[in-house]
C-alpha cells in the first residue's frame, strides 16, 4: 500500500513484493466588524423583536433584521464520509498509476458555533468548530501498469476529524407572506481527516487473486482542506403570530462553494524501509475557480426567544486535480510524481442547541 516511488517500481516490487499501506492561511476576519456591530449595539434595540406584518401586507424587502447579539450553539454531526487520491508515473515496464480509496468512515463529532452580530444584523460573524473520531472505515489501495492490475490490498481504517470555520455576513430580509432573510457570507474554511491504516490483507499480487495477510500495517494518511468560502445563507419563518412555547418554527438552510481551495496530504508509511517516516511522501494542490462545496438544510423550533433547536442534513465535498507527490526516501533525497486527483466527500445528519442573547 506504499506508494514507491515509482521510477524504479516495477523492477524493485516484481522482485521483491511491495508492502505498501495506506493553516496555512488562517483568514482572519475583521475584528473591527466585530467591534462595530458591539459598539453600535443599543440593548433595547438589541432584544427587541419586531412583530411579524401581518397576512397581506405587501412584499418588503430591508437591508438587516432584528437580531440577538450573540447566539452560542452546541451539537453533534452524525457523519459517513469517503476519501481517494491517484497518482501516475512512468516506469520501465509502461506507465504505472496508484490509487487509494477510503470509504465508510463514520463519526459522531461534536461541534460548536458562536455568532455575534449587530442588533440589525447590518453585519456579523459567524465561527464553527468541530472534531471527534472516525471508525469502521475500509480502505482499497491498487496498483496498475499499462491498465492492468499488478498489486491490490484492503485494510482498515479509522482516524480523526477535524473542521472549522469562520465567515463574515450581512442580511438582507423582508416579508412575502411569511418573513424571511438572507445571508451573503465571505469566510475561510477548514477540513482534516487524520487516517490510520491497520490490518491490511493483500487481494491481488502480481495480477494473480490472493490472500495474505500484511503484517505490522500502521500507517498514516492525512487529508488537509483549506478554502475560500462563498455563499449565501437563508431562512423561512412559518410563523406569524407567536404564541407561549410557540414563538417560531422555520426553515434554514446554507450553501457555500469554495473559489479557492489549497490541498495537502501526508502519507506515513511504516513498512518502507526505504522511505523517510515524517513524512514518506507529500501530496499538494492548488485550484481556483469550483474546488468543491458546503451546505446543509435544516427545521428550526424556538419555544421561546432565548432558545432554539435545530436539526437537519448537511454535506461537503472537496476535490483537487493536477498537483505534485514529492517522494521523501530514507537516504534523504527525493522524487517527484504527478497528483491526478484527491476527492473528500462527507454528509450526514446534524442536531444543534442554540442560546440567543
Given at each position: 500500500?506504499?506508494?514507491?516511488?515509482?521510477?524504479?517500481?516495477?523492477?524493485?516490487?516484481?522482485?521483491?513484493l511491495?508492502?505498501k499501506?495506506?493553516?496555512?492561511?488562517?483568514?482572519?476576519?475583521?475584528?473591527v466588524?466585530?467591534?462595530?456591530?458591539?459598539?453600535?449595539?443599543?440593548?433595547?434595540?438589541?432584544?427587541?423583536?419586531?412583530?411579524?406584518?401581518?397576512?397581506?401586507?405587501?412584499?418588503?424587502?430591508?437591508?438587516?433584521?432584528?437580531?440577538?447579539?450573540?447566539?452560542?450553539?452546541?451539537?453533534?454531526?452524525?457523519?459517513?464520509?469517503?476519501?481517494?487520491?491517484?497518482?501516475?508515473?512512468?516506469?520501465?515496464?509502461?506507465?504505472?498509476?496508484?490509487?487509494?480509496?477510503?470509504?465508510?468512515?463514520?463519526?459522531?463529532?461534536?461541534?460548536?458555533s458562536?455568532?455575534?452580530?449587530?442588533?440589525?444584523?447590518?453585519?456579523?460573524?459567524?465561527?464553527?468548530?468541530?472534531?471527534?473520531?472516525?471508525?469502521?472505515?475500509?480502505?482499497?489501495?491498487?496498483?496498475?501498469?499499462?491498465?492492468?492490475?499488478?498489486?491490490?490490498?484492503?485494510?482498515?481504517?479509522?482516524?480523526?476529524?477535524?473542521?472549522?470555520?469562520?465567515?463574515?455576513?450581512?442580511t438582507?430580509?423582508?416579508?412575502?407572506?411569511?418573513?424571511?432573510?438572507?445571508?451573503?457570507?465571505?469566510?475561510?474554511?477548514?477540513?482534516?481527516?487524520?487516517?490510520?491504516?491497520?490490518?491490511?490483507?493483500?487481494?491481488?499480487?502480481?495480477?494473480?487473486?490472493?490472500?495474505?495477510?500484511?503484517?505490522?500495517?500502521?500507517?498514516?494518511?492525512?487529508?488537509?482542506?483549506?478554502?475560500?468560502?462563498?455563499?449565501?445563507?437563508?431562512?423561512?419563518?412559518?410563523?406569524?403570530?407567536?404564541?407561549?412555547?410557540?414563538?417560531?418554527?422555520?426553515?434554514?438552510?446554507?450553501?457555500?462553494?469554495?473559489?479557492?481551495?489549497?490541498?495537502?496530504?501526508?502519507?506515513?508509511?511504516?513498512?518502507?524501509?526505504?522511505?523517510?517516516?515524517?513524512?514518506?511522501?507529500?501530496?499538494?494542490?492548488?485550484?481556483?475557480?469550483?474546488?468543491?462545496?458546503?451546505?446543509?438544510?435544516?427545521?428550526?423550533?424556538?419555544?421561546?426567544?432565548?432558545?432554539?433547536?435545530?436539526?437537519?442534513?448537511?454535506?461537503?465535498?472537496?476535490?483537487?486535480?493536477?498537483?505534485?507527490?514529492?517522494?521523501?526516501?530514507?537516504?534523504?533525497?527525493?522524487?517527484?510524481?504527478?497528483?491526478?486527483?484527491?476527492e473528500?466527500?462527507?454528509?450526514?445528519?446534524?442536531?444543534?442547541?442554540?442560546?440567543r442573547?
Amino acid at each position: 500500500m506504499e506508494k514507491v516511488h515509482y521510477h524504479k517500481i516495477v523492477d524493485y516490487r516484481l522482485r521483491l513484493l511491495k508492502v505498501k499501506e495506506g493553516g496555512r492561511g488562517l483568514l482572519v476576519l475583521a475584528a473591527v466588524s466585530v467591534l462595530l456591530a458591539w459598539f453600535a449595539a443599543g440593548s433595547a434595540v438589541a432584544q427587541s423583536q419586531e412583530p411579524a406584518a401581518p397576512p397581506g401586507e405587501p412584499a418588503t424587502v430591508r437591508w438587516g433584521r432584528p437580531s440577538p447579539m450573540a447566539e452560542l450553539g452546541l451539537g453533534t454531526y452524525f457523519s459517513r464520509g469517503e476519501n481517494s487520491w491517484q497518482i501516475s508515473f512512468p516506469t520501465t515496464a509502461g506507465t504505472g498509476r496508484s490509487a487509494l480509496e477510503f470509504k465508510d468512515l463514520d463519526g459522531v463529532v461534536p461541534f460548536a458555533s458562536l455568532t455575534l452580530r449587530h442588533p440589525q444584523s447590518l453585519v456579523g460573524i459567524n465561527l464553527l468548530a468541530g472534531s471527534g473520531n472516525l471508525s469502521g472505515g475500509r480502505g482499497t489501495d491498487s496498483d496498475y501498469i499499462n491498465g492492468g492490475l499488478l498489486l491490490q490490498s484492503r485494510m482498515d481504517v479509522s482516524g480523526d476529524l477535524t473542521f472549522w470555520s469562520a465567515d463574515l455576513e450581512t442580511t438582507i430580509s423582508g416579508f412575502w407572506g411569511r418573513p424571511w432573510y438572507l445571508r451573503p457570507f465571505l469566510g475561510w474554511q477548514q477540513h482534516e481527516e487524520k487516517l490510520r491504516l491497520t490490518n491490511g490483507q493483500w487481494t491481488t499480487i502480481l495480477g494473480v487473486p490472493a490472500s495474505q495477510p500484511i503484517l505490522g500495517l500502521d500507517s498514516r494518511y492525512e487529508f488537509n482542506w483549506e478554502a475560500v468560502r462563498l455563499g449565501l445563507q437563508g431562512g423561512l419563518d412559518f410563523i406569524t403570530r407567536p404564541e407561549p412555547g410557540l414563538q417560531q418554527l422555520g426553515l434554514k438552510g446554507s450553501f457555500a462553494f469554495f473559489p479557492y481551495l489549497y490541498y495537502r496530504g501526508e502519507g506515513r508509511w511504516n513498512l518502507r524501509p526505504d522511505l523517510k517516516q515524517d513524512p514518506s511522501f507529500v501530496h499538494e494542490a492548488e485550484k481556483t475557480g469550483w474546488g468543491g462545496w458546503d451546505g446543509l438544510l435544516g427545521l428550526y423550533y424556538r419555544p421561546w426567544d432565548f432558545l432554539e433547536f435545530e436539526g437537519g442534513a448537511r454535506a461537503s465535498y472537496f476535490k483537487i486535480t493536477d498537483g505534485t507527490d514529492t517522494i521523501h526516501l530514507s537516504d534523504n533525497s527525493t522524487l517527484s510524481t504527478g497528483l491526478d486527483r484527491a476527492e473528500s466527500w462527507r454528509y450526514g445528519l446534524y442536531l444543534k442547541l442554540t442560546g440567543r442573547f
